[in-house]
């Protein structure tokens, strides 16, 4: 799992409940990616961002909410809104976003699961 | 846009015996193509990628994989396969695209399970 860590390993939500995902790298990437894991449905994208306060939403932003102030940190926020968060959220970065033969490299993952 | 087929969910090989498993990809333009390994409950491992080059890519854990542009394969093989290699497998593909980002697309998975 590299240098990414994401915390915690396991997450309960509550109903009407916002709770926070933490994703960290130490490898200096400027590009860093959100993505939920559903059962039969591959990755999903959530958000990404490229550089340091710049985001953009991916296919499945909505009832998500994210912030990228910092190089090494891309907390990603499940939010009330978001209906069916039941599942396994994994962070990724790369070196540059840009470029297109770079490799994605992938933290240990949060399972979210609701009360 | 964009797209990358797993069509098997499961291959069951015994081991020591060679192993592959299927992924068929659809760009616009070149394709720059992944594996992953996934055990469970973790995150994602890279195992290799195709960029350009060599049709035959090589990669960790005694994995390889074959491009092949006229059949839009990237197929993942191991000439005798691991008990340990047990595992879920994901094969991405990225669009040099037209500009702008261009995001990586997973397949489903595959899970292949080696029995003794």
């Known amino acids: 799992d590299g240098g990414i860590t994401q915390s915690p390993k396991y997450l309960f939500r509550k109903e009407g409940q916002n709770v926070t995902l933490s994703c960290e790298q130490n490898?200096?990437?400027?590009?860093m990616y959100w993505y939920r894991q559903d059962p039969g449905q591959g990755l999903r994208l959530i958000y990404y961002?490229?550089?340091?306060?710049?985001?953009q939403k991916g296919d499945i932003a909505e009832g998500y909410s994210v912030s990228r102030e910092k190089k090494e940190s891309f907390p990603l926020t499940v939010t009330s809104a978001q209906k069916n968060p039941t599942a396994f959220y994994l962070c990724?970065?790369?070196?540059?976003?840009?470029?297109?033969?770079?490799?994605?490299?992938f933290g240990p993952g949060t399972r979210l699961l609701v009360l | 846009a964009q797209s990358v087929a797993q069509p098997e969910d499961q291959v069951n090989v015994a081991e020591g015996n060679p192993l592959t498993v299927k992924c068929t990809y659809s760009?616009?333009?070149?394709?720059?193509l992944f594996w992953y390994v996934q055990y469970p409950n973790r995150g994602l491992q890279f195992l290799l990628k195709?960029?350009?080059?060599?049709?035959l890519v090589k990669g960790s854990y005694g994995f390889e994989a074959e491009f092949n542009k006229s059949q839009t394969s990237f197929h993942l093989k191991k000439p005798s396969a691991l008990v340990s290699d047990s595992a879920l497998y994901f094969c991405?593909?990225?669009?040099?695209?037209?500009?702008?980002?261009?995001?990586?697309?997973f397949g489903t998975g595959t899970k292949l399970q080696v029995i003794p």
């Open positions: 990724a970065s790369s070196l540059r976003g840009w470029d297109y033969q770079e490799t994605q490299y």
């Open positions: 490898l200096n990437h400027d590009a």
């Open positions: 961002s490229q550089i340091v306060n710049d985001f």
């Open positions: 760009v616009s333009g070149n394709p720059y």
């Open positions: 195709y960029i350009t080059g060599d049709n």
């Open positions: 991405a593909v990225r669009d040099m695209g037209s500009g702008g980002y261009q995001k990586v697309t």
